[in-house]
């Protein structure tokens, strides 16, 4: 990723839109495989797609859509590609690309609120054909805590078995189970709901590349365990919204309220919220140290240093994982039953 001057790259996010800053690490093969379709998803431009730990916009992420255009291969059609976009939408209207590079002091288009997408001029004509699937690791936020802010990482539960975008219904097809492993986390990706565009440049402009860019829609967290997090959350996908969110013969309207009720309860159920290293902040820092338990983290700096000579046994073994050390969030939060595995302390 080239490093940018601009501070917002450099620094948390302070504004009330959800921060641009995520993990990826799956191969395109691991991609195909959550698309679904029985590994007949196609994959377009994904050697653009590199391992980032410390992923922020203008970045390319991989998106799930319909297909365009049916297999010219001799196999079965596809249903689904994978495409590899540029995370910070450039409207197929704009005269340059420039004008949307958050950036270069460019209008900020890497989220979209889903409360006033329907009325937007820049965000309503994609709402019904131009629907995909962003797929990440999981992703950081800035949780306040005084007058500083903790960074955070949120991704899905280790037990969460929504490893693939499910067929849609009324096809009959059942998904194929494949254990084989694939690079990427042991975990299931975040499926989170985007809008996508493309943007053809002037014939003048002697820019012949044609671009392919997605939004990440967000919501309010109200009545969930994010809230306490940040005052906005992606829409979280389960398998069955994420097939739900790519038929495109369902209109925007008719599916939305499910796709978000079923967000909630992901966020409530299925997420594991955790604190990480301060270097994430800076996005100069490029490393698999940015998704590490801070704990964790501070437990091998200081077996670096002469710390390691003071280091109490009884602080040995102490890893912010999945285990019966984490606290629910309704321990941490007060929330409700079954909620989301959360280690803030």
Not at 101 to 127: I, Y
Not at 220 to 240: A, K
Not at 280 to 286: G, K, L, Q, Y
Request: charge should be neutral.
């Amino acid at each position: 990723l080239p490093i940018s001057p601009h501070p917002a790259i450099t620094t948390p996010c302070t504004s009330s839109a959800m921060c641009g800053r995520g993990a990826f690490t799956l191969s395109g093969e691991r991609c195909r495989r959550v698309a679904g379709g029985n590994g007949r998803a196609r994959l377009r431009g994904t050697e653009r797609l590199k391992t980032k730990y410390n992923l922020g916009p203008q970045s390319y992420v991989p998106v799930v859509r319909a297909a365009q255009e049916g297999c010219n291969d001799g196999t079965a059609s596809c249903d689904r590609e994978v495409c590899a976009m540029r995370w910070g939408l450039v409207p197929s209207f704009a005269k340059r690309a420039e004008d949307f590079d958050v950036f270069k002091g460019g209008s900020s288009t890497f989220n979209a609120r889903v409360e006033g997408a329907e009325t937007s001029n820049l965000w309503r004509r994609l709402l019904d054909k131009r629907r995909g699937v962003v797929l990440l690791d999981g992703f950081y936020e800035w949780k306040a805590d005084g007058k500083t802010k903790q960074p955070v990482f949120i991704r899905n539960r280790d037990e969460y078995d929504g490893h693939t975008i499910s067929q849609p219904s009324g096809t009959g097809e059942v998904e194929s189970k494949d254990d084989q492993p694939l690079e990427g986390p042991k975990h299931a990706p975040l499926l989170l709901a985007g809008l996508f565009d493309t943007w053809q440049p002037d014939k003048d402009s002697g820019d012949a590349q044609t671009l392919e860019s997605v939004t990440i829609l967000t919501m309010d967290p109200q009545h969930t365990l994010f809230e306490q997090v940040h005052d906005r959350m992606p829409v979280f996908l389960t398998p069955e919204t994420a097939a739900l969110w790519l038929d495109t013969s369902k209109q925007f309207s008719e599916i939305i309220r499910t796709v978000l009720k079923a967000s909630q309860v992901h966020v409530q159920s299925q997420l594991l919220i955790y604190e990480v290293p301060p270097l994430v902040s800076n996005i100069r820092n490029e490393s698999p140290d940015c998704i590490m338990p801070k704990k964790e983290y501070d437990a091998k700096q200081l077996s670096k240093g002469i710390g390691r000579f003071f280091k109490k046994k009884s602080d040995a073994g102490n890893s912010p994982g999945d285990g019966e050390r984490k606290r629910t969030a309704d321990q941490a939060f007060g929330g409700a039953k079954d909620s989301a595995v959360i280690d803030l302390d």
